[in-house]
């Protein structure tokens, strides 16, 4: 260990001399001098609002692609795309929004039939729909108090098998496998038990259902459990049994075969694994992981193809494609230019479907055909807006925090062709912690971070202890430690930079949503690093969020931070709301009101404590939006803001 740590060093002092050269005047070709922070950019706050385009939930039938798209300027609504021979049509009128509430994050919103009929749930009434080419979508699901989510069409039997969330009784809803008839919207209950279902695959005969169920406090990347069924001439479930339980389970898949293939972290990595109806076994052991935290319905990060799988491989924190022999397990690495890649599907015999990010262009939808390696872009997110002259990659660089402890995080030095900084100065430096926490930053291309270094600064994306992209042993190092480890990480991350030459320590900026936003929180609160820094609907008061969250979270920091109320001790020790003594320095705060997750008390209670003793407090509130800004005029005013902020609190 002792030897792998100094190996770590060396290679981090060897970046940061990397990333100096890479800041000198001398090798910018810039034609005006000018302080960092304070360059002019081409790269607006509506830009990056119309970049806001993004892609969801993506499948395939037959010859036809299905997928989500988020459009901005819509609203945020959830179209659906349908493209076949060659052309892109919406399946659904602008009325209609394509967004599930199921643990109130969603995800697994369409789940298309023959004849290009699509089902789908629809977020203002939260009922499935089914519409066919041309007409209007037709109700399904009676009104009332289900949700459903991750539906699979059982066409034998007129009905689809979904996730179903219930939330007509008192207290948490109820989370099961329910069967939805396609004739008069019948609800039948098949399976439940359980604290949370996910999943459900019919198996290509139609005979057999493979699901997943987790319970309390586990959260789906704890430990979950893999079932398997018969179906009954009535349609009910026969001969249940377990398939496993010893780790965290996620992403079931037939092949055609009739093998059942699903991820499995037993191993300290989320590799295939392979049930033949005997005895389950890995098909590869990979330090990688093949899948991330299953906080959506309905992630696909790998395909099954009649010889091999094509599958998304994360290390490091960023994605490869790669292609894994089905009979001897050997994994190869499929050479493009994508490092955030998601929703993998069959498409033909020998080709896959799938959303890619490169380092320098938006997110695609792309066809790939393993015989020849071609690749067609069937749509992308919009065109970047500046040429690659202005676009700062992502460097990856690890960061001791501490005995042979490390953090992770992804630098993005300042870039812009049009100016150069004065010598021996040095940029000031966003830091971001993301949300989750229980997710990770990856080096995929973000025009939001281009928007910041091509003004003058530099760009740190942390990926704490805990985050995933490393595998389980990384993840599971922030049990018990929430609101210590990443705040700490956060924190050495950014001396780190300053050290190396990188960042102006006088202008350290913190900033992140959520989770990300209690980081904030608690930098401000616990140590003296931070010149300023902006919460996103942060949490302020780890006690109001035990009490008051939703029932997909209401336990998750019972690992986190520990048993509430029985470590109520804990809870008060690490809410920045109880230690204001610590915040001396500038905030902003931004604020959804409709949102659930992190609800606007929590803001609420900061900013008043903050502004009644003295500290210089900005305050948005944007109505009607929720835990995360899809309207582009939110979405401008709320970067807008935290500029301005920025520049009037530090002087630029």
């Known amino acids: 260990m002792r030897a792998r740590s100094s190996g770590v060093l060396f290679t981090f002092a060897l970046v940061g001399i990397l990333m100096q050269h890479s800041l000198s005047p001398s090798s910018a070709a810039a034609s005006r001098t000018a302080p960092y922070g304070q360059w002019e950019s081409p790269v607006s706050a509506a830009m990056v609002a119309e970049q806001g385009l993004s892609f969801g939930e993506l499948v395939t039938r037959g010859e036809a692609v299905y997928w989500i798209e988020r459009r901005p300027e819509e609203g945020g609504r959830n179209a659906i795309v349908r493209h076949a021979d060659g052309a892109s049509i919406d399946v659904i009128p602008t009325g209609f929004n394509a967004r599930n509430r199921v643990h109130e994050y969603g995800g697994g919103d369409i789940a298309p039939g023959p004849d290009g009929a699509v089902h789908f749930v629809n977020f203002a009434d939260q009922r499935l729909y089914r519409v066919l080419p041309g007409q209007e979508p037709a109700a399904i699901s009676p009104e009332g108090p289900w949700r459903f989510a991750d539906c699979v069409l059982d066409a034998g039997r007129d009905r689809l098998i979904c996730v179903g969330e219930d939330h007509g009784g008192g207290g948490e809803p109820r989370n099961l496998i329910v069967a939805v008839s396609m004739k008069g919207g019948e609800i039948v209950e098949l399976a439940g038990g359980s604290d949370f279902a996910a999943s459900p695959r019919i198996d290509p005969t139609g005979s057999r259902l493979a699901w997943i169920t987790w319970d309390h406090p586990d959260m789906p990347w704890d430990k979950t459990t ?60 990979t330090e990688a992981d093949f899948a991330d935290p299953a906080w959506v319905f309905n992630r696909s990060s790998y395909a099954i193809l009649d010889d091999v799988i094509v599958a998304v491989m994360t290390k490091d924190a960023s994605d490869r494609l790669v292609r894994i022999d089905r009979a001897s397990g050997k994994v190869e690495e499929i050479e493009t230019s994508y490092v955030r890649i998601g929703y993998v599907r069959p498409f033909g015999p020998e080709g896959v479907v799938f959303v890619g990010a490169g380092t320098t262009a938006p997110a695609e939808v792309v066809r790939l055909d393993l015989a020849s390696g071609r690749t067609d872009v069937l749509a992308d997110a919009g065109k970047v807006g500046v040429g690659p002259e202005w676009i700062s990659a992502a460097r990856a660089i690890t960061v001791p925090v501490g005995g042979d402890e490390v953090t992770h995080a992804f630098y993005y030095p300042p870039k812009n062709p049009d100016f150069t900084a004065p010598e021996g100065t040095y940029p000031p430096l966003v830091v971001s912690a993301h949300g989750g926490p229980t997710g990770h930053s990856d080096p995929g291309f973000s025009l939001a971070i281009q928007f910041w270094t091509s003004r003058g600064f530099a760009y740190l994306d942390v990926n704490y202890r805990g985050s995933s992209g490393y595998g389980r042993a990384y993840r599971d190092k922030l049990k018990g430690q929430w609101g210590v480890i990443d705040i700490e990480d956060v924190v050495k991350a950014a001396l780190h930079a300053a050290d190396q030459g990188l960042a102006d320590r006088e202008r350290l900026i913190v900033r992140g949503g959520s989770a990300g936003g209690f980081v904030v929180l608690a930098a401000h609160a616990f140590h003296d690093v931070f010149a300023t820094g902006a919460n996103y609907f942060g949490v302020s008061d780890l006690e109001a969020l035990a009490r008051d969250t939703h029932k997909f979270e209401s336990r998750y920091l019972d690992s986190l931070v520990g048993p509430y109320p029985e470590r109520a001790d804990l809870y008060k020790a690490r809410s920045p709301i109880n230690h204001l003594e610590g915040f001396d320095r500038p905030l902003i705060v931004l604020q959804g009101l409709e949102d659930r997750i992190v609800p606007p008390n929590q803001s609420d209670l900061i900013v008043e404590a903050l502004r009644a003793k003295g500290i210089t407090v900005e305050y948005l509130t944007f109505p009607g939006e929720g835990h995360g800004f899809r309207r582009p005029d939110s979405r401008i005013k709320s970067l807008e803001a935290e500029l301005a902020f920025y520049q009037r609190v530090l002087g630029l």
């Not at 389970?249 to 694994?273: E, F, K, M, T, V």
């Not at 389950?280 to 052991?285: A, D, E, K, Q, Y």
Request: glycine share 12%; charged share 20%.
């Open 226 to 285: 893999l079932w398997l069924a018969d179906i009954a001439s009535d349609g009910s479930l026969r001969n249940v049994r377990k398939i496993a339980d010893d780790a965290a389970i996620q992403q079931p898949q037939w092949a055609s075969d009739g093998s059942l293939h699903y991820l499995s972290d037993a191993g300290g990595w989320w590799n295939i694994h392979v049930f033949d109806g005997g005895q389950s076994r890995p098909l590869h052991g």
